[in-house]
């Protein structure tokens, strides 16, 4: 599986200088190549290259190595935005965001992500220094710091690109790590994991992590954000851009946490982790306009995506099993019934009286589904 470690450069004055110079250059140099690959049709990585190569070496002062990268970044571009538009993701083809996109060249920011391969950068990980090319010449001794976790998944599994990132006046270097699957284990039992938003998740084991801290975090947020908004000053429109990324962080932060300590419960105990299906909940639900904040920025999606991967990563078996009527359906009887949950908090079946926390009962149904369903996983496929 695919990992991705980021590490923080440390350059001097001098070297930060050289790299901002590189990373200008290079995304100038994606202009220009995006341009004429939108005028005269060039998608392909050849036929693009053909054309400008010799342009990005002359006028932007870029080596051989670099000028195929960004090439191979602008190709990487139109790929990207045809697979958007297949999906939908821009709107219908007839919707002004969609005109405007297939109607312009794709841009590049001036500090956008640039990617380097082994012959523009070499890392040297007994003294946590890098080599970089930049257009003021090769930097040489560029500090970076990481965890020793880190240095130790660079060291064994790095492959492929590495990224130039500008974050925040900060520099980093994104590196591609190709760490081996451990082989799934057959599981004892399941743990249903429920997310919601008051619980940002309940397990079939009575475990709640609640959401209420993250709530208060992000309604402080929303105050401060509507106060800068009010300014409308160009120095409160770069305070809004720090505090949206901040605040990001946070929810990213708290769904890491809760993630790991599920995986490695599920480790322990030699078992899997089920989760509902929620693909499409916005389009499905219809919610009041002041509910609607709430559910856009709720990070469920994100913590469906760390569970799967931690899981991944430590040979824990994964499902996603159907989320209809988890919350409504009786894990004794199967009776579903919409009274038998009376208020969002508790679960009281009509039918035979089993009462109880409602996240927790819809985790002991996901818990349910995954063992009916891994039946099926595991099943031999039927002979010819």
Request: hydrophobic fraction near 35%.
């Amino acid at each position: 599986m695919k990992l991705v470690v980021q590490v923080k450069l440390l350059p001097t004055p001098v070297q930060a200088s050289a790299l901002e110079a590189t990373l200008r250059a290079c995304n100038r140099a994606a202009v220009h190549a995006s341009g004429v690959a939108f005028a005269k049709g060039l998608k392909d990585r050849n036929g693009l290259q053909k054309e400008v190569y010799a342009d990005l070496k002359t006028i932007f002062g870029l080596s051989a190595q670099p000028a195929v990268r960004v090439v191979k970044k602008v190709v990487d571009a139109y790929a990207a935005l045809k697979a958007g538009l297949r999906a939908g993701r821009l709107g219908a083809a007839t919707s002004k965001r969609y005109r405007r996109a297939v109607g312009t060249p794709v841009a590049f920011r001036p500090e956008a992500v640039q990617p380097f391969d082994d012959r523009c950068l070499s890392w040297r990980y007994d003294a946590r220094t890098v080599s970089i090319w930049t257009v003021n010449g090769r930097i040489k001794g560029l500090r970076f710091a990481c965890s020793p976790e880190q240095l130790k998944t660079l060291v064994e599994c790095r492959k492929g690109e590495s990224d130039l990132v500008r974050r925040g006046g900060t520099w980093f270097l994104v590196a591609t790590c190709d760490i081996p699957e451990p082989e799934v284990y057959e599981p004892a039992d399941w743990i249903g994991v429920d997310r919601g938003i008051v619980n940002l998740a309940a397990t079939s084991d009575d475990a709640s992590y609640q959401g209420r801290g993250l709530s208060r975090y992000r309604r402080w947020q929303a105050r401060k954000r509507t106060e800068l908004q009010k300014r409308n000053t160009r120095s409160a429109t770069r305070r809004l851009a720090c505090r949206a990324q901040k605040e990001k962080r946070h929810a990213t932060h708290v769904n890491h946490k809760i993630s790991k300590e599920i995986v490695s419960l599920a480790q322990r105990t030699g078992r899997g982790i089920a989760v509902e299906e929620l693909g499409g909940i916005r389009e499905r639900v219809r919610l009041r306009r002041d509910q609607r904040d709430t559910l856009s920025s709720w990070p469920f999606h994100q913590l469906g995506q760390h569970l799967a991967y931690k899981a991944k990563k430590a040979g824990v078996p994964f499902l996603e099993v159907d989320a209809r009527h988890t919350s409504q359906r009786c894990p004794r009887r199967g009776h579903t019934e919409r009274a038998n949950r009376p208020h969002r908090d508790r679960f009281r079946c009509r039918r035979c009286g089993l009462a109880g926390p409602a996240d927790v009962v819809a985790g002991v149904n996901v818990r349910d589904r995954a063992r009916s369903a891994w039946v099926f996983v595991t099943a031999p496929a039927p002979a010819p």
